[in-house]
């Protein structure tokens, strides 16, 4: 769609409504991932995060992980809700992005630079939290609609063991997308002069 970056901002919502196809390829949404890894920034350019892009039937195989963890410690009443939440906003969609930060570089730093060692978590999750921003919007920009989830930690252990993820990489988010069915609703807005200040 090509929107210029304010409109692209205004139009990246959350959408729960998706279905398993794409107005693009893989290779496609493989060159957005690569675009935003390779340019969002990162303090003292670490280069921290990592993204692990999970395609047809491995896309699949996430949300049965989830639903399998969620249906051992979920109350068996309340199941049925997160089981119908799971199908119809996440499992029914294209594809799912997994958002790491690698702790090694994390660590690294840390011992390089001990006057900010408290500060490099904060910060990674920083990085990756503009990895995400970027791509979702991208993702979006290109006709498809996605949503941020956060089923980590209790996924992390079995999702790094199917896909031998490495154990330096911490799970951050997930990102289910699809082409969307529905708009999301009207967002609502708080007084931009409670929470802008300006001093001339």
């Known amino acids: 769609m090509a929107r210029d970056f304010k409109e692209a901002i205004k139009n990246r919502r959350s959408y729960y409504n998706i279905t398993n196809s794409s107005p693009i390829s893989d290779n496609e949404i493989k060159e957005i991932v690569d675009y935003a890894v390779m340019h969002v920034p990162s303090a003292f350019n670490s280069q921290s995060s990592r ?27 309340a199941f049925g809700k997160t089981l119908d939440k799971i199908n119809t906003s996440f499992d029914c969609g294209y594809r799912t992005l997994l958002f790491y930060e690698d702790m090694a570089v994390v660590e690294y730093l840390q011992k390089a630079f001990p006057s900010y060692k408290d500060n490099f978590p904060v910060w990674s999750q920083q990085t990756s939290a503009m990895h995400q921003f970027t791509i979702w919007t991208m993702l979006e920009d290109a006709g498809l ?52 200040m300006v001093f001339k």
């Open 51 to 77: 993204v692990v892009i999970l395609l047809g039937d491995q896309h699949k195989k996430l949300w049965d992980i989830t639903k399998e963890i969620l249906r051992t410690i979920v109350p068996a009443e």
């Open 145 to 196: 609609g996605a949503s941020l989830q956060h089923y980590n930690p209790l996924i992390d252990e079995k999702v790094g063991n199917t896909w031998n993820i490495s154990p330096n990489w911490k799970l951050i988010a997930q990102m289910p997308f699809g082409t969307p069915i529905k708009e999301p609703g009207e967002k609502e807005f708080k007084p931009l002069n409670e929470r802008v």
